[in-house]
């Protein structure tokens, strides 16, 4: 909608209604306004338009200012022979400025001039009212949001207000009423290229000092629900619950939160989230790292990683089937392994391994150093403190689930091999065998 004129529609036909009244009264020393056929020649095919003022017209009242001109111009001259309208051009600038003048508010038409040629183009003068915007404040609110969506969207939206200068500064105050659909226009191509997740309505205090007050709301689909989940490689998974609920508040804030809006920010906000584990006092004691990656639907899920680059420290529970012969002098199946770890930045460390049989209260107690071979393969020597003797083992990472295992035990001279899979982060299956067997092992981490 133009900004100082009534609905666009309307205006036109008001234009033509008021063109054609024009057009057949009587022109000065005549008894009618027919136009004179004039000699055949070159016509109009092109009608521009301009408008200047005396002072500053903001840039999109002035565009459609002059769109308006340039549709009065059309109606009127366009298909008319140039000859005519150079003859006529005192007429035809007097319907215009008639025109025009008529539906401005807030603006007197001073006068309208035409250049006549196969473009045609139509230059009118305005004359602003006294009563003008002079000075601009702008208040902008976010309906519903958390702080750090707040932050982020105002990151997003800068330069609003900046927006509104353009578009009210120096507008004459009696205009203001009829430019409220050129800023609508204006705010939704704002926020459509620079938050399009949010929609944003305004209100206007009219005055020499006006203010606007910007109210901004999210659009559906939003984020209503949040499944998190946080595990640890080098940890004890019952460890993160200290910091689940934590976690959860953080992730909770983005309830409600345009669901494209948390995938635009995805990687910031997963930082945001890493942050509230990270910045714990027992996490940097720890040296953990947090990773989070999040998949943002309305039923958003998180999935956190908290491991530690000091400390190793795991607890699992081990199963048999199938083994009917073991060199560690057991035959339940069932064991409990401990394991205790000091890690280099180097790729390598020391650690401490106790391995418990319940139904024979039989156990192991092992010390080793470890090392990064090669991407995806680690080596390790331990010695079983108890019987006194050494044993080496390899493991190569083939894929994220899947994982080959060597073991050598100096005891019996025992070679173990074992190709693992990963059901989940909580159990993983092993098909193992050694010099005399095969069986299954089923792992379970805690």
């Not at 459609?64 to 549709?71: I, L, N």
């Not at 942050?275 to 990773?291: C, E, I, L, M």
């Amino acid at each position: 909608m133009v900004a100082v004129f009534i609905d666009h529609t309307k205006f036109i036909r008001f234009s033509i209604r008021l063109l054609l009244l024009l057009a057949i009264t009587c022109m000065p020393g005549s008894g009618s306004c027919q136009a004179a056929s004039g000699p055949v020649g070159a016509r109009v095919e092109v009608v521009s338009a301009e408008v200047y003022g005396n002072i500053h017209i903001p840039t999109d009242v002035k565009v459609r200012m002059e769109k308006s001109v340039q549709a009065i111009g059309v109606q009127l001259l366009e298909g008319h022979t140039v000859q005519e309208v150079k003859q006529r051009k005192t007429h035809y600038e007097d319907i215009i400025r008639q025109v025009f003048d008529k539906v401005l508010v807030g603006y007197t038409v001073e006068g309208a001039s035409i250049t006549a040629d196969s473009s045609l183009k139509i230059s009118v003068k305005l004359l602003s009212w006294n009563d003008r915007i002079d000075k601009l404040s702008v208040e902008t609110k976010i309906i519903g949001m958390p702080e750090e969506v707040e932050k982020l969207l105002m990151k997003d939206i800068s330069g609003i207000d900046t927006l509104f200068d353009d578009l009210l500064l120096d507008l004459p105050v009696a205009a203001v009423d009829w430019s409220n659909g050129v800023v609508k226009h204006r705010l939704n191509e704002f926020m459509a290229k620079r938050a399009p997740e949010f929609r944003a309505d305004f209100e206007l205090s009219v005055d020499e000092d006006t203010k606007v007050f910007i109210d901004i709301y999210p659009l559906l689909p939003v984020v209503r629900t949040v499944d998190l989940s946080m595990r640890s490689d080098t940890l004890p998974n019952a460890a993160l619950l200290t910091q689940r609920q934590n976690m959860q508040d953080g992730a909770d804030m983005f309830v409600g939160v345009p669901v494209a809006f948390v995938s635009r920010h995805q990687d910031v906000i997963q930082q945001l989230l890493e942050r509230r584990v990270d910045d714990t006092s027992g996490a940097r004691s720890w040296g953990v790292h947090t990773t989070v990656t999040i998949i943002p639907k309305e039923r958003m899920g998180v999935m956190s990683r908290s491991n530690s680059d000091k400390y190793f420290l795991r607890f699992e529970g081990r199963a048999e089937i199938g083994h009917s012969r073991d060199d560690r002098e057991n035959d339940s199946g069932v064991m409990v392994r401990g394991i205790v770890g000091k890690q280099f930045n180097n790729g390598d460390g020391v650690f401490t391994l106790l391995d418990f049989f319940p139904q024979h209260a039989h156990w192991n107690w092992d010390i080793g150093y470890y090392r990064d071979l090669l991407p995806g393969l680690r080596g390790h020597v331990r010695y079983d403190i108890k019987d006194k003797y050494w044993k080496g083992a390899l493991q190569y990472d083939l894929t994220g689930r899947w994982s080959v295992l060597y073991e050598y035990r100096e005891k019996n001279s025992i070679n173990e091999i074992a190709l693992r899979y990963k059901l989940h982060d909580f159990l993983s299956v092993e098909c193992a065998m050694d010099n005399h067997d095969k069986w299954l092992r089923f792992i379970g981490y805690f």
